[in-house]
Nanobody
């Protein structure tokens, strides 16, 4: 498994921006699909976005399309989630995750970073 550490969360007003980072160690991140998940209080964890190892394919859940951008820098072993036009409903703990090539699910997880968007 790869070890993941998120950073960049915080408190922001609606309409503002945050950039989350996910630093990987232990194994090269270039062999993994990277994803960002979020979990709000009382709700199930949901997949927000993912990006394959090459960056050629990305996915976004409908509620963040056009506002969030996922990216990665394999040379730095780091992934990013740029969040613009934030809304109060984006408030959640955001988790970085990685899925090994060929694996059926994400099997490495960070500890999470809190994002709070005030109205």
């Amino acid at each position: 498994q790869v070890q993941l550490v998120e950073s960049g969360g915080g408190l922001v007003q609606a309409g503002g921006s945050l950039r989350l980072s996910c630093a990987a160690s232990g194994r090269t991140l270039s062999l993994y699909t990277m994803g960002w998940f979020r979990q709000a209080p009382g709700e199930e964890r949901e997949l927000v976005a993912f990006i394959v190892w090459s960056g050629a394919i990305t996915y976004y859940t409908n509620s963040v399309k056009g506002r969030f951008t996922i990216s990665r820098d394999n040379a730095k072993n780091t992934g990013y989630l740029q969040m613009n036009s934030l809304k109060p409903e984006d408030t959640a703990v955001y988790y970085c995750a990685a899925r090994r090539f060929g694996a059926s699910s994400f099997d490495s997880w960070g500890q999470g970073t809190q994002v709070t968007v005030s109205a």
